[in-house]
């Protein structure tokens, strides 16, 4: 009986993953689960992931775009780690793939993760006693050790044209079933002397490595220990032999990657899960040179709340573009912490008491005193947008009750207030600073995002409230449910002599004690009288605490829209 093909663990995850969708992908999942080849062998899983010691950990990002959530969460977990054992967070700049390199990436990298508040020991812009940290400023060194690699056998020239390698990759698709291993090891063979002569006269070449009969197993932190083959067909050997050097003179990722985590001294690399399948190649690399890899972390993916990989729309967007939204750098830090980590799931960290709706919030330095390896889960992180607003509205709040982030926040509200009421707002105290650190503060519980706060103050700004808005509308409908409307005149009509009474201010005190005195005098609930005056001064819309907002709006505006409600109540 033939031998079964191999089938890797990321393949099935592959298939797994799209036969919802794809017949062809479903239909060979059922024809492949009676085969005991398909499963992911787990050797062993560590008890305790988490170092005791000092880490040297890295980002490592491309500058093949804008940094987004999934790189952010990759520097803030390396660097949490880094920082929680005392130990030292590097900053490496892959730019090895020159074509797909992107003007102002590398620049939107740095200034991103200055605003995330995450800080580098070594990197491009600070140095450090392992650089060059840009990888396309160590071509030198990858030579040396790819030459090293063909020197000790591990690694050979290939001279095969594009068009061969095509037609090898074309015929490796149509086996049955089809190998993911392509290459027919050609250039391999030949002798070492012929080898050199058509490298030293300028015939283009790649490097591959001569990649195993058996990749090693992965070790990893999160997922224990994982036997992750290529797939072949046995009836037509082909090789992996992943390429380490292309022809333009730049390494791959597999070899660089390698070659800098070594020699930067690296002791554990957290990464995203995409990553599992390259890393046999990678321990290959690093058996090929016999040295030690360091620790591994393959991350959950980032999904949209349906579990589908995120988009524009469902949260993948740039980290700028989140500043520039509004949102707070410790609202993101704090959401991206929790996607595929909690404080509570350490088995060495006391359980911590869940707060606010179900969220945990946590300052960088709480995050860095309490991150732990071993509360990393396994599961896909699903991105929530409501989430991420309920952390800013908390951070927010946080920062108006400081005066110095109360004056803040009203800068950065003014021109957004004066362009939207300018030319409704008789009144110019409304947009002195003192006045909407007063809105300020009295909206400090409702504010989500600084720039739609405008809309949230609406009422306070334009001269009269909107009285045809659903709540409005609601109230009326409950006067005429209820028939209190009567009622609702007579609290506006006696509210009105009491409010133009005396010449001194109001206090909050003074109108709670107005309010439950005419509801117990009259014999109307509380919070009748409260909806009706509500009506009046807002148009009902619920969130800023009555006697501060009618305080708010001056004695002359209050009395304007208590007439108003009037008018609309006896209709």
């Known amino acids: 009986m033939r031998r079964p093909p191999r089938i890797g663990v990321i393949c099935i995850r592959r298939l797994y993953a ?8 479903s239909s060979l999942l059922q024809e492949l689960s009676g085969n005991d080849f398909l499963r992911r062998k787990k050797v062993r899983q560590s008890k305790t992931a988490h170092s005791t010691s000092p880490t040297r950990t890295r980002f490592a990002p491309s500058p093949t775009g804008f940094l987004h959530l999934g790189s952010l969460r990759t520097a803030l977990y390396n660097f949490l780690l880094a920082r929680a054992t005392k130990g030292e967070f590097v900053l490496r700049v892959e730019d090895t793939d020159q074509t797909r390199k992107r003007e102002g990436a590398e620049e939107n990298i740095y200034e991103s993760l200055q605003w995330a508040g995450i800080s580098w020991d070594e990197g491009p812009t600070v140095g450090g006693p392992y650089g060059p940290y840009r990888q396309s400023e160590r071509l030198d060194i990858y030579r040396n050790y790819a030459d090293q690699l063909i020197l000790g056998g591990h690694a050979y020239r290939c001279f095969c044209s594009r068009g061969r390698l095509d037609q090898l990759r074309a015929s490796a698709q149509k086996l049955t079933p089809p190998s993911m291993a392509t290459y027919d090891r050609h250039c391999y063979h030949l002798d070492h002397s012929e080898s050199e002569h058509k490298a030293a006269s300028g015939e283009p070449y790649t490097i591959r490595l001569k990649s195993p009969e058996k990749y090693p197993t992965v070790t990893d932190l999160l997922h224990g220990d994982l036997d992750l083959q ?13 390429v380490l050097c292309k ?3 730049y390494p791959t990722y597999h070899l660089a990657n390698v070659v800098d985590d070594h020699c930067m001294k690296i002791t554990h690399v957290i990464r995203g899960e995409e990553w599992l399948p390259s890393t046999p190649k990678h321990l290959a690399i690093y058996d090929a040179f ?8 393959h991350i959950p993916l980032l999904t949209s709340l349906e579990d589908k990989k995120l988009s524009k729309r469902t949260g993948d967007i740039g980290i700028k573009e989140y500043a520039e939204s509004g949102i707070l750098p410790e609202a993101l830090v ?3 912490a929790l996607f595929g980590w909690s404080p509570s799931a350490s088995a060495d960290q006391p359980k911590v008491k869940r707060q606010n709706a179900g969220g945990e919030i946590f300052s960088m330095e709480q995050l860095i005193e309490k991150f732990n390896l071993n509360g990393l889960t396994k599961g896909n992180a699903k991105v929530s947008d409501s989430k991420l607003e309920f952390f800013n509205a908390h951070y927010l709040k946080s920062l108006v009750e ?5 004056d803040a926040v009203a800068r950065e509200l003014k021109p957004l207030l004066l362009k939207k009421f300018n030319n409704i707002a008789q009144n110019e105290s409304k947009f002195e600073l ?3 650190k007063q809105v300020v503060t009295l909206f400090k519980g409702k504010i989500r995002k600084v720039k739609d706060l405008p809309d949230e103050v609406s009422y306070v700004y334009n001269n009269l409230p909107d009285w045809g808005n659903p709540d409005a509308m609601n109230y009326i409908e409950h006067l005429s449910v209820t028939n209190e409307g009567n009622a609702a005149v007579s609290i506006l009509e ?4 009491w409010w133009n009474s005396r010449q001194e201010a109001w206090t909050p005190a003074d109108m709670d004690a107005y309010i439950k005195g005419l509801a117990k005098e009259r014999g109307y609930k509380s919070s009748t009288v409260f909806q009706t005056l509500r009506f009046a001064s807002s148009g009902s819309i619920p969130g800023a605490p009555l006697p501060q907002l009618m305080i708010l709006l001056d004695k002359e505006n209050v009395t304007q829209r208590v007439i108003g409600a009037l008018r609309i109540l006896k209709l």
């Open 18 to 25: 799209t036969s919802s969708t794809n017949a062809s992908a």
């Open 230 to 242: 290529v797939q072949i067909n046995y009836a037509d050997t082909r090789y992996d032999d992943p």
């Open 247 to 249: 022809s333009d003179g």
């Open 290 to 297: 016999g040295w030690t890899p360091p620790e591994f972390v």
């Open 334 to 336: 704090n959401f991206v």
């Open 402 to 406: 400081t005066p110095d982030g109360l």
């Open 434 to 436: 003192d006045y909407i």
């Open 494 to 497: 006696e509210f009105a002599v």
